[in-house]
Nanobody, 128 residues
């Protein structure tokens, strides 16, 4: 069992920045992928960024490339999402997720079905 706790959400104005954190605890695992998803009201949950915690390889959805950066601190079992140049379209509940076993992917997946543990989410609101 893996527990994920997100933090760092809040309200900012357009153009502002936030850094989300996701602390993982519980069962150890050999290889994992960790990702950030977001879900706005009335919309599907979409993958935003993912990282292979072994290789450090990352993946991003097109809409955040160049603005968001996913990173990790293995010593703290924590993954971060640095979000810059935020716009109202980034407003959503942001969820951290982890995939702990199975197929090894060259590109970390952004498909929610590939992840088996989820955090409770942290709200990000961007005002114009």
């Amino acid at each position: 069992q893996v527990q994920l706790v997100e933090s760092g959400g809040g309200s900012v104005q357009t153009g502002g920045s936030l850094r989300l954190s996701c602390a993982a605890s519980g069962a150890a695992y050999r290889r994992a992928y960790m990702a950030w998803f977001r879900q706005a009201p009335g919309k599907e949950r979409e993958g935003v960024a993912a990282i292979d915690t072994t290789s450090g390889r990352t993946a991003y959805v097109d809409s955040v490339k160049g603005r968001f950066t996913i990173s990790q601190d293995n010593a703290k079992n924590t993954v971060y999402l640095q979000m810059n140049s935020l716009t109202p379209e980034d407003t959503a509940m942001y969820y951290c997720a982890v995939r702990t076993s199975g197929v090894i992917y060259y590109t970390p997946p952004l498909d929610r079905s590939k992840y088996n543990y989820w955090g409770q989410g942290t709200q990000v609101t961007v005002s114009s």
